[in-house]
């Protein structure tokens, strides 16, 4: 499971510990996407995760190369748009908006909407992809939801590459049975982040 970290789903001083929780019971991965701060807090955001959360859990900067540059993350996770441009040096190396991630030796992640941007993915290379938005969701609530036979028909696409297929959006415990079978794992904001009790809202989830 993917956690996607958003501050504006839970008090303040509950932020760290459900992250923290989330570590602990059974999250691998927490993407930290505050997309709302500067560089220096994100960084600060991210060494105090860092020391509170499970040694195992990855963490992986959401589109900030520069943060991501200068803490070291486990990985970064970009758009589609902005993976293509570096993956194609449309970017100038010179600048803090550029990684080598034809040579990555961290994880990488890319968002994608729709099977054209999956084939494009393909034609380059990355650790695994996001696949959205699946179900309705509050944070997409006026576009329509991409549904079932989209991540069937992705699931097809990559079943001989080595990137993963990450499903996301409006994922709940009451729907995640319904697409186990054509995604490698789950990406989730709302339900965790938002949860009073983290190790039930997983194991809710039941992925094992």
Request: proline share 2%; hydrophobic share 30%; glycine share 4%.
């Given at each position: 499971m993917y956690l996607i970290t958003n501050r504006h789903l839970c008090k303040y001083d509950r932020y760290i510990e459900v992250i923290k929780e989330a570590s602990y019971c059974g999250v691998k991965n927490i993407i930290l996407r505050e997309k709302d701060l500067d560089n220096n807090e994100l960084e600060n955001l991210y060494l105090k995760i860092k020391k509170n959360i499970n040694k195992d859990t990855k963490i992986i900067i959401n589109s900030n190369i520069e943060v991501f540059k200068r803490v070291d993350a486990d990985g970064i996770h970009l758009p589609f748009d902005k993976f293509i441009d570096i993956y194609d040096e449309?970017?100038?190396?010179?600048?803090?908006?550029?990684?080598?991630?034809?040579?990555?030796?961290?994880?990488?992640?890319?968002?994608?909407?729709?099977?054209?941007?999956?084939?494009?993915?393909?034609?380059?290379?990355?650790?695994?992809?996001?696949?959205?938005?699946?179900?309705?969701?509050?944070?997409?609530?006026?576009?329509?939801?991409?549904?079932i036979e989209i991540l069937k028909e992705a699931n097809s696409l990559l079943t001989n590459s080595n990137i993963k297929l990450i499903a996301l959006g409006g994922i709940t415990p009451s729907n995640v049975k319904y697409i186990v079978d054509y995604c490698d794992d789950i990406a989730v904001m709302s339900t965790i982040m938002s949860s009073k009790n983290i190790e039930k809202t997983i194991n809710e989830y039941n992925l094992d």
């Open positions: 449309k970017n100038k190396k010179d600048t803090n908006e550029y990684i080598d991630i034809k040579n990555f030796n961290k994880i990488l992640g890319v968002s994608t909407h729709s099977i054209k941007d999956i084939v494009e993915v393909l034609k380059r290379n990355a650790d695994y992809i996001f696949l959205s938005h699946i179900y309705e969701t509050k944070c997409k609530e006026n576009l329509k939801p991409k549904g």
